[in-house]
């Protein structure tokens, strides 16, 4: 059977449209494999978004000093005779800490109280003279001249008792100076003094024969900067950390926050008062001090590490069905590890806390820790 021209043109173009069609869905096909294959799975590790609460915390240094600190001096020269305190010692205010020798002061004060003694004596004979010319001056029995002197020694009469009794009060103030007292409650911190030695008042500060401190309260002071120092008020919450006492914190509070900055660091001084039941801290222990800006009950929030910026802002990756969303969010305060989410993410929300820089929406991911097959549901 043979076929015409047009017959053979028809079939022809026949078997080129099914050979175009067969190759070319072929090649598409692969076309589409070739680009999944290029999507390789992304290792990820998720945590579960959770309500709580969070604190936005202010992370400063200083040393711990004490919250009183006094350096005992003698008032007056003298001879130690006694001390009964030493380093450790727990003392409060008016208890015994050094005595010096009393024995010439006592004698002191005996001279001066005999002496007031002899002073109001003269003082009567004075007084009972000046009455009885009083009487006569009102008779005209005796010259005003005689008057007048008998009443002027009745006048320096009185002033001696009166430099008499100043005498006196001196010199029982001077006796009780040797004995020196606590003034107020606290630990024995430096002991400058042994018996036997002759200890003077300090002609410039920093001669001390004791220290002592409080230690029931410690304080340290930090340095906040200008553009945050807005946010910090007195009775402001703290919380305290030191070396010496690791996963142990200590509560203290914002008791004086300097008027003036600090030219050089722009920074203000902030003290802060940490409360010290049974002494347990120690002055000049390094201090780590989180302030507490802000706080929030009842958040949603999630690790910070899930936090990424995307181009209008913050972005958190929510892991579905093995791909990654993106989930633009509006974020509250931080307390460095966690952050609060406002609006984008809810409770229980798997969020990507591992894997997610770089990460594009609807890539497709697996969990670090399961198999390649294993979804995130």
Not at 75 to 90: E, F, H, L, M, Y
Request: proline letters at 3%; a positive charge; one cysteine or more.
């Amino acid at each position: 059977m043979k076929l015409n021209k047009i017959e053979c043109f028809e079939t022809t173009s026949l078997l080129l449209v099914v050979f175009l069609v067969f190759f070319g869905g072929c090649k598409n096909g692969d076309s589409e494999n070739a680009r999944q294959v290029s999507q390789p799975e992304t290792q990820v590790t998720v945590s579960s978004a959770k309500k709580g609460d969070i604190a936005e915390i202010l992370s400063l240094t200083g040393t711990l000093i004490p919250f009183q600190e006094v350096r005992v001096t003698s008032k007056i020269p003298g001879k130690v005779q006694r001390v009964v305190v030493d380093v450790g010692s727990r003392v409060k205010a008016g208890d015994i800490l050094i005595e010096l020798e009393q024995r010439e002061l006592a004698l002191a004060v005996d001279q001066a109280e005999a002496g007031l003694a002899n002073a109001k004596a003269y003082l009567e004979i004075c007084k009972t003279t000046f009455n009885r010319l009083d009487n006569l001056l009102k008779d005209k029995a005796v010259s005003k001249m005689k008057y007048d002197d008998v009443k002027a020694r009745l006048d320096i009469a009185r002033a001696q008792v009166w430099q008499a009794r100043a005498a006196v009060s001196s010199a029982k103030e001077q006796l009780e100076n040797a004995t020196i007292t606590c003034p107020i409650n606290g630990i024995v911190a430096r002991k400058n003094v042994e018996v036997g030695e002759v200890v003077s008042p300090p002609i410039m500060p920093g001669k001390a024969l004791l220290d002592v401190v409080d230690m029931r309260h410690l304080k340290t002071r930090v340095n906040v900067s200008e553009n945050r120092v807005k946010e910090v008020y007195i009775g402001q919450e703290t919380i305290i950390t030191v070396d010496g006492f690791r996963g142990e914190f200590f509560p203290g509070k914002v008791s004086k926050i300097s008027p003036v900055v600090e030219p050089r660091s722009r920074t203000f001084e902030v003290e802060v008062l940490i409360s010290n039941p049974g002494s347990k801290l120690k002055p000049g222990m390094f201090a780590r001090v989180q302030l507490v800006l802000a706080k929030r009950m009842d958040v949603v929030k999630v690790p910070l590490m899930a936090v990424t910026q995307g181009d209008k802002g913050h972005v958190v990756f929510l892991a579905a069905n093995g791909v990654a969303r993106a989930c633009d969010v509006k974020l509250g305060i931080s307390d460095g590890v966690e952050v609060e989410v406002i609006s984008g993410v809810t409770e229980g929300n798997k969020v990507i806390v591992q894997g997610n820089v770089g990460l594009k929406d609807g890539a497709r991911i697996i969990l670090k820790a399961q198999s390649r097959k294993v979804k995130v549901r």
